[in-house]
């Protein structure tokens, strides 16, 4: 009897966590059912991986997609539209929309909303708050949830928890991984009138400077030492977090921004304008370094995107008025590839950073790894494909990219969500099958 797939993925090379090798996968009832399928196997669906490498999907944990909030910027069905023309499999996204995901009420409402709509998988952030606190242990545990975060330093939305006594509380409150976002309130406050309207957009970079981003995660670090509360610290952007943080490795993980490895200061600021104002700030040389080598001996575990679109129009204000926020969940992996390409990380650490690293830090279920048993997500690469980012690439109804412009080399090919092949030759196929990420 010749075996039968629902979809055989042909010809590729498969990126497994022990190695690159040359074999079909055979896919059956959305798992990966075979890593090499019997010469005569057939298939209902064949996907040809000729010359491509097949990647386990690759995950943003980091997204705002502003839903609910404004869809003339972004929404979940066009900010996951761009998810799977971008070759990612999942994306988890933040609770600060308006009105911003605290409770059980709302988080229920988003996860029925997200399965039908979402054209990838989804993994949810519960908004931890100082008048939700008591709730944050049912709240964590609750089905789609990947996380807590906490906003200990000001950025876009109403939740924010900056002292040290409802950090605590927090802490202290559930079992799981929080994420945060560490920038010292305190000191951003008092570093706010010492600019004006209209000063240089590199003047975000100095208001929200090397300090504000250590002295907050030495806070965190100081909690969660006491509390034995495992942190995920989201965006670490400066050399200091990141040797401090290497004594904290049993307690905490690190998530780097792709932008923090990819754009520099001044120089952005000057080129892009409120096009390159986001949180914490892109940095200068020292940093981009700093980040480069931990990407490098594994302290970071995970890269993000921070995809955080705002209008067009919003994004000509003058400083500090912009919103900070960048565009980015479109452009993660074709960026990433062109790292690769250019020798910055081996495809095996890129796999490890944004697949098996989020799955590793937030605990997702059958993700992360290509294995047999595992969701059949796959992101099918051309490494040697050359294209230029532009603007009208973009799926986000706000429609534009801070790499408008960059010509990269590697590009995402197909994108498969347990076994549903959603995009294929930059065209989005089907119908929308997202459906709620399972964490442990
Ligand atoms: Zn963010």
Redesign the pocket.
């Known amino acids: 009897m010749t075996a039968h797939f629902d979809l055989i993925i042909r010809g590729g090379i498969a990126v497994l966590p022990w190695g690159e090798v040359a074999a079909d996968i055979g896919v059956r009832h959305g798992r990966i059912a075979a890593i090499g399928t019997p010469p005569a196997a057939t298939a209902t669906e064949i996907v040809n991986a000729q010359g491509l490498h097949v990647l386990p999907g690759l995950i943003d944990p980091?997204?705002?997609l502003r839903d609910p909030g404004d869809a003339a910027v972004e929404s979940i069905p066009t900010g996951t539209r761009g998810a799977v023309l971008g070759g990612l499999t999942a994306v988890f996204d933040?609770p600060n929309t308006t009105p911003s995901i605290t409770d059980t009420q709302r988080l229920a409402w988003k996860r029925d909303y997200v399965q039908s709509v979402a054209w990838c998988d989804m993994g949810l952030y519960v908004g931890g708050t100082k008048t939700n606190i008591d709730d944050l242990a049912a709240l964590e545990v609750e089905p789609g949830v990947c996380a807590i975060k906490i906003f200990a330093g000001s950025?876009t939305g109403d939740l924010m928890v900056e002292d040290d006594v409802n950090l605590e509380r927090i802490m202290r409150a559930g079992k799981r991984r929080i994420a945060y976002?560490s920038e010292d309130e305190y000191r951003l406050q008092a570093r706010k009138p010492m600019y004006k309207s209209g000063d240089p957009y590199r003047c975000h970079a100095e208001w929200r400077d090397v300090e504000c981003a250590f002295l907050g995660t030495r806070r965190l670090m100081a909690l969660a030492r006491a509390t034995g509360r495992p942190a995920h610290i989201?965006?670490v952007s400066t050399q200091e977090e990141l040797e401090y943080l290497a004594d904290y490795r049993d307690i905490a993980t690190t998530e780097m921004l792709v932008n923090h490895l990819t754009q520099v200061g001044p120089d952005c600021y000057d080129r892009l304008g409120g096009f390159g104002v986001m949180?914490p700030p892109i940095r200068d040389q020292r940093h981009m370094d700093a980040a480069w080598a931990a990407v490098a001996d594994g302290r970071v575990d995970t890269i993000?995107s921070?995809h955080?679109p705002h209008a067009h129009a919003a994004k000509l204000k003058p400083w500090p008025e912009v919103p900070a926020?960048l565009t980015g969940v479109q452009t993660l992996v074709p960026i990433m590839l062109d790292h690769v390409n250019a020798g910055r990380l081996s495809l095996a650490r890129m796999v490890d950073l944004m697949s098996a690293g989020p799955a590793r830090v937030y605990g997702a279920l059958n993700k992360g790894r290509l294995v047999a048993g595992y969701d059949a997500d796959f992101t099918l690469v051309d490494l040697k494909a050359t294209r230029t980012i532009t603007n009208d690439w973009i799926a986000a109804p706000c429609g534009w990219t801070p790499f408008d412009g960059m010509s990269v080399t590697g590009w995402p090919i197909a994108t498969i969500v347990r076994g549903h092949v959603v995009m294929r030759d930059d065209e989005v196929l089907g119908a929308p099958s997202g459906r709620i990420v399972r964490f442990a």
Request: charged share 10%; proline share 0%; no cysteine.
């Open positions: 980091h997204v705002h933040m950025s976002h989201l965006h949180n993000g921070d955080a926020g």
